[in-house]
């Protein structure tokens, strides 16, 4: 069990590749996280495709602090896009989820996930609340590299 982070960033949005993707796994690695993995998604259709590099960090157990410090840490840069955080346990549980996520995934999941967003803290770990206060505020986002 443990905690993973899905993020992306535009591979064709002018920014420098690879310090997107050095800076990411420095703060990762800041924040003490178990493994990271990164892989390209290239899909799209006729009015949108979509050209992303993909980063999956996972924290550990006990590391829900340094995994909410993390994301704390990533929200700030407005060229990162947080897709998803979960809990890796026998089946994950959807901690939080963008709009695009929701779209790609499973629909009667994406269903499961917004009829419950609204009762989901109810259920909540003291840890798992912890991750997730970073998604009911709306701070500003640093534009700097």
Do not use: P, W
């Amino acid at each position: 069990m443990g905690y993973s982070i899905d993020l992306s960033y535009d591979l064709y949005s002018g920014n420098n590749i690879l310090g997107i993707k050095s800076e990411i796994t420095d703060i990762a690695h800041r924040n003490q996280c178990e493994s990271i993995y990164s892989d390209f998604e290239m899909s799209g259709n006729v009015k949108r495709e979509r050209h992303h590099g993909v980063i999956t960090i996972n924290f550990g157990d006990d590391d829900h602090d340094n995994c909410s410090h993390f994301i704390s840490q990533i929200k700030q840069r407005k060229y990162i896009f947080l897709e998803a955080v979960y809990e890796n346990s026998i089946k994950a549980k959807l901690l939080y989820a963008s709009s695009y996520y929701l779209k790609n995934m499973g629909k009667s999941e994406a269903i499961e996930y917004e009829k419950n967003f609204l009762n989901r803290e109810k259920c909540f770990s003291e840890a798992e609340l912890a991750i997730t206060k970073h998604f009911r505020s709306k701070k500003k986002r640093s534009s700097t590299i």
